[in-house]
């Protein structure tokens, strides 16, 4: 696969295309995990289904422009939005329409992960013009409030997540994608290996992009999502250990129209044997 750049000011936004041609869409990862960890599979099936795909890098990983923190302030910190942003999350839906512009395209339809949902959102109600429709995975309201977010969240995983190794490497990110991983359905222990050792040959996880993200994304002001005009899917899943199904049924209910589906069995991941029903679902 050929790595090609976008530029957005002073970052420059590695991504990758599938498909030569079809509808536009633009996938947007989430919080601290390379554009690799949409499986390579997941987008040669939606070229499959007729769309040519871009994923790409956010700014702080892979092979698009790192940054450093003045501080080390916690990720706590930065969610209740203690901490000073180093860049905005208005920069980050930039790259992602830097993305777009690189490839030629006037708007795309916007599917993004996690973190990457509330930036698909943002993307929606900032540059409406941009986005074709939407689709939010493992999402949460991205207009949702400090404490609204808080109580989106399973608190149980962070106990978890402080008996995983603490060294950035492979066998870290192996044992947090398995930690968030769908617990109805096989955990595809290959492909997360080769992609855990994948992304940390691409580039080390840096710890503190996990806060820098934090800080960006509680400092984006937004209009109400009732300003929503596009056809949209909310994917999540029912044994999500992360966050809760509560916060995709409060986004699919907050944007006129869409359309809300729970996987009994899905995690904080979107598994193989859900791949052809979503892309049969997206708008």
Same mark, same amino acid.
């Given at each position: 696969?050929?790595?090609?750049?976008?530029?957005?000011?002073?970052?420059?936004?590695?991504?990758?295309?599938?498909?030569?041609?079809?509808?536009?869409?633009?996938?947007?990862?989430? &919080?601290?995990?390379?554009?690799?960890?949409? %499986?390579?599979?997941?987008?040669?099936?939606?070229?499959?289904?007729?769309?040519?795909?871009?994923?790409?890098?956010?700014?702080?990983? /892979?092979?698009?422009?790192?940054?450093?923190? !003045?501080?080390?302030?916690? !990720?706590?910190?930065?969610?209740?939005?203690?901490?000073? !942003?180093?860049?905005?999350?208005?920069?980050?839906?930039?790259?992602?329409?830097?993305?777009? @512009?690189?490839?030629?395209?006037?708007?795309?339809?916007?599917?993004?992960?996690?973190?990457?949902?509330?930036?698909?959102?943002?993307?929606?109600?900032?540059?409406?013009?941009?986005?074709?429709?939407?689709?939010?995975?493992? /999402?949460?309201?991205?207009?949702?409030?400090?404490?609204?977010?808080?109580?989106?969240?399973?608190?149980?995983?962070?106990?978890?997540?402080?008996?995983? %190794?603490?060294?950035? @490497?492979?066998?870290?990110?192996?044992?947090?994608?398995?930690?968030?991983?769908? %617990?109805?359905?096989?955990?595809?222990?290959?492909?997360?290996?080769?992609?855990?050792?994948?992304?940390?040959?691409?580039?080390?996880?840096?710890?503190?992009?996990?806060?820098?993200?934090?800080?960006?994304?509680?400092?984006?002001?937004?209009?109400? &999502?009732? @300003?929503?005009?596009?056809?949209?899917?909310?994917?999540?899943?029912?044994?999500?250990?992360?966050?809760?199904?509560?916060?995709?049924?409060?986004?699919?209910?907050?944007?006129?129209?869409?359309?809300?589906?729970?996987? !009994?069995?899905? /995690?904080?991941?979107? %598994?193989?044997? &859900?791949?052809?029903?979503?892309?049969?679902?997206?708008?």
């Amino acid at each position: 696969m050929t790595v090609r750049y976008a530029a957005n000011g002073d970052a420059s936004i590695a991504y990758e295309t599938f498909g030569d041609a079809g509808k536009p869409l633009l996938l947007i990862m989430g &919080l601290d995990f390379q554009m690799i960890w949409w %499986p390579d599979g997941f987008c040669e099936r939606l070229a499959e289904a007729g769309y040519h795909v871009a994923r790409f890098d956010n700014r702080d990983t /892979g092979l698009s422009t790192h940054y450093t923190s !003045p501080t080390d302030d916690s !990720p706590w910190r930065a969610l209740l939005g203690g901490t000073k !942003p180093v860049y905005s999350a208005r920069d980050m839906i930039a790259d992602g329409l830097a993305v777009m @512009d690189a490839n030629g395209w006037d708007s795309a339809h916007v599917m993004g992960g996690s973190m990457g949902a509330a930036l698909a959102q943002g993307m929606a109600l900032l540059h409406p013009a941009r986005v074709r429709s939407l689709v939010c995975c493992m /999402g949460a309201p991205a207009d949702a409030g400090v404490l609204r977010t808080l109580r989106y969240l399973r608190f149980g995983i962070f106990k978890d997540f402080r008996k995983l %190794p603490k060294e950035p @490497d492979a066998a870290g990110l192996l044992a947090v994608y398995r930690a968030i991983a769908s %617990p109805g359905y096989p955990f595809p222990e290959r492909w997360a290996r080769e992609t855990a050792e994948l992304s940390h040959a691409r580039s080390p996880r840096d710890p503190k992009t996990t806060q820098r993200h934090l800080a960006a994304g509680r400092a984006l002001k937004l209009p109400p &999502l009732s @300003d929503i005009t596009v056809p949209t899917l909310v994917v999540h899943g029912a044994d999500d250990p992360l966050i809760r199904p509560r916060a995709g049924r409060d986004l699919a209910a907050a944007i006129p129209g869409a359309q809300y589906v729970e996987y !009994p069995g899905m /995690g904080h991941s979107l %598994p193989e044997e &859900l791949w052809d029903d979503v892309i049969r679902r997206m708008p």
